[in-house]
């Protein structure tokens, strides 16, 4: 099986339900600090492919999700589906392993910053290397 970090683009996110522009699910087997440059790395591209269309203001809002947790981080209603899904869990497995079933190894949000069951504004990106990446290159 394929074990490579995603970045998703979502142009027409809506802020009000809690859809990010981007997110991020790192690869399973990566450390925090790899994780951190593969997010730099897919950032500086996709800013570098969207020239004039991408927002600086985009760093700031970047999602990070567990694969496992991706189908809820894409619905319509992000924050209101990982509710759902963590209560369900929590009742029906145990706190222990509905923090499993979320596919975090890293003690509970593997430090990426985990919100309501595991989608969280965890990757820190150095803005100065996104900026780099825009230039003609």
């Known amino acids: 099986m394929l074990d490579a970090p995603l970045l998703i683009y979502q142009p027409n996110h809506d802020p009000a339900t809690g ?5 991020f699910s790192p690869a399973q087997q990566t450390s925090a600090e790899q994780d951190q440059q593969q997010a730099a790395g897919l950032l500086s591209t996709l800013a570098r ?11 700031a809002q970047v999602a990070t999700a567990p694969r496992a947790l991706l189908p ?3 619905s319509d ?12 869990l929590t009742q029906g497995r145990g706190d222990a392993e ?6 975090q190894k890293r003690g509970g949000d593997g430090g990426r ?6 989608v969280g504004r965890g990757v820190e990106v150095d803005c100065r290397e ?7 290159d």
């Open 98 to 103: 509905g923090e499993e079933m979320g596919g």
């Open 72 to 74: 809820a981080a894409l």
């Open 19 to 23: 859809q990010p522009p981007l997110i």
């Open 77 to 88: 209603d992000p924050v209101a589906t990982l509710r759902e899904l963590q209560s369900a």
């Open 113 to 118: 910053g985990g919100v309501a069951g595991g």
């Open 49 to 59: 492919r969207l020239g004039d269309v991408w927002q600086d203001a985009w760093l």
């Open 130 to 136: 996104i900026g780099r990446g825009r230039g003609g």
